[in-house]
């Protein structure tokens, strides 16, 4: 199939009414001199008409000098002299005219019989030709003026109709043609970055298949690029955490005493290689989970779930680290759900809570609300009295790899917030933030209610150190 270029393909779309319009000019311009023949045609035979019947008129009369006669005749050759087809009447006119003006200068006085036959003969004559003027004039014999005019609008309908007519298929055309396979790349790029399946190529063979061709060697080199890093990260968290709890356990077994008594400054040390270790688990920990995210390799269960029972689990897991600092946690018994992956949830409220206890000030309090938005929704918030987030961070606060250069100094691996918010994503439900410089910061996740609703009774809880 030949190879047409989208600007060929524009020049025909351009050249298609351009013709059009030529062709349209081109037969108007043949109507309007059609119309013009016969409206010259048409004026001169009433010229004729007219000088014929004042010629009659006066050789009907006895007394009219020959030399009138001579010049009535040739004012009757004159409108007849515009077309070539009354050559032979006029050469008969001038025989006529010459006739009566040379009898003007030899006749003395009266007509003479020659002279009157010469009369009678011309009279016939332009009997005879108004004869056929007026026959010329009848509708079966040639078309009128009129007809030529009516002709030309009903051309002019037609024209307008057919430009019409040819604007909306070109429309249309560049609709099927153009539009539609341009909405096959937008629509490919959504899927892709939904991880959905792309639709077939377009049709044809121009520019749109050209980027649609490295598009999709695009998205190809991406995915294995991404099957690369997941091959990277699996191999790389097995070869990691294996080790890791090795060393983890032999810690632990030396802080407590199974392979002897060590002094007080060894456990100190052994200590402080525990929450390395730790630390190091978190961020192999965080990079799988931000790698399955990413892949959309994470399988969800939504199910109902209880916020007490979640908001129970989160606090007792981040108790040692809370107990650390001395910091309360404070929260409000719950009867509502919502449907969530429960294990999910509780991770993103431990996630929530660990930022909170890092930022806050030893010897502080962190609550956790709980409350119904409208009659769908259902909404956690947990609010620190910390050190806050700067306006220049705040924007980024969700993006990966991410922390506030205002608090670098805290460790970390800077996805913990942006698994949050994939996680929430992928239960429907939304998360987001408020926080002022050195007040504090409140932390919310909203999720669909759940209409199974336990019965618990209301009451204050806290964990203290």
């Known amino acids: ?61 006895e007394n009219v000098p020959s030399q009138e006669l001579a010049f009535l005749t040739a004012k009757l050759q004159r409108p007849m002299r515009s077309s070539s087809k009354y050559n032979e009447q006029i050469e008969d006119l001038k025989r006529f005219e ?48 009129e007809d030529a005019e009516q002709n030309i609008h009903r051309m002019i309908g037609l024209a307008l109709t057919l430009n019409v007519l040819v604007c909306v298929l070109l429309i249309y055309y560049f609709s099927l043609h153009f539009a539609s396979r341009l909405r096959v790349l937008v629509a490919n790029g959504e899927r892709f970055t939904e991880g959905k399946e792309l639709l077939p190529p377009p049709s044809g063979n121009d520019e749109i298949n050209e980027v649609d061709k490295v598009f999709r060697d695009m998205t190809d080199a991406i995915q294995k690029t991404r099957e690369r890093e997941h091959q990277f990260l699996s191999m790389v968290s097995h070869d990691l955490k294996t080790p890791l709890n090795t060393v983890l356990a032999t810690l632990n077994s030396l802080s407590e005493g199974i392979y002897g008594t060590i002094s007080e400054t060894g456990i100190q040390r052994v200590r402080k290689s525990e929450i390395a270790i730790e630390r190091l688990n978190r961020l192999t920990n965080d990079l799988l989970n931000f790698e399955k995210l990413s892949s959309g390799t994470v399988a969800l269960q939504l ?13 007792e897991s981040v108790a040692g680290f809370s107990d650390f600092k001395g910091i309360e946690i404070r929260f409000s018994h719950s009867a509502l759900s919502v449907m969530a992956d429960e294990e999910k949830l509780v991770q993103v409220i431990v996630n ?14 962190i609550d956790i ?10 909404e956690i918030r947990v609010i620190d009295k910390g050190c806050g987030i700067s306006e220049q961070d705040q924007a980024r606060i969700f993006e990966p790899f991410r922390q506030g250069e205002t608090h670098a100094e805290q460790q970390g691996s800077g996805l ?33 209610k759940s209409q199974e609703i336990s019965s618990v009774p209301e009451k204050i809880s806290s964990i203290t150190t």
């Open 303 to 315: 199910v109902p779930v209880s916020v007490q029972k979640v908001l129970t689990n989160a606090v």
């Open 98 to 145: 010459t006739a009566f003006a040379t009898a003007a200068t030899t006749t003395t006085g009266g007509a003479n019989s020659n002279e009157y036959k010469r009369r009678i003969d011309l009279k016939m004559y332009v009997q005879r030709l108004l004869a056929e003027e007026e026959a010329s004039l009848a509708p079966d014999k040639a078309p009128s003026f």
């Open 1 to 61: 199939m030949p190879r047409i270029k989208m600007v060929h393909k524009v020049l025909l779309l351009v050249a298609v009414p351009l013709v059009f319009q030529v062709l349209f000019v081109v037969v108007l311009e043949s109507l309007w001199q059609q119309t013009r023949t016969l409206k010259r045609a048409s004026e001169r035979t009433a010229r004729i008409l007219i000088g014929g019947q004042r010629l009659i008129s006066k050789l009907e009369q």
């Open 416 to 448: 913990g917030l942006s698994i949050c918010k994939s996680l929430i994503d992928a239960q429907m439900g939304a998360i987001g933030f408020s926080s002022r410089e050195n007040i504090g910061s409140q932390f919310y996740v909203r999720l669909r």
């Open 352 to 365: 929530l809570l660990s930022n909170a206890i890092k930022f806050s000030s030893a010897n502080s309090s």
């Open 369 to 378: 609300e709980v409350r119904e938005i409208g009659s769908i929704n259902v």
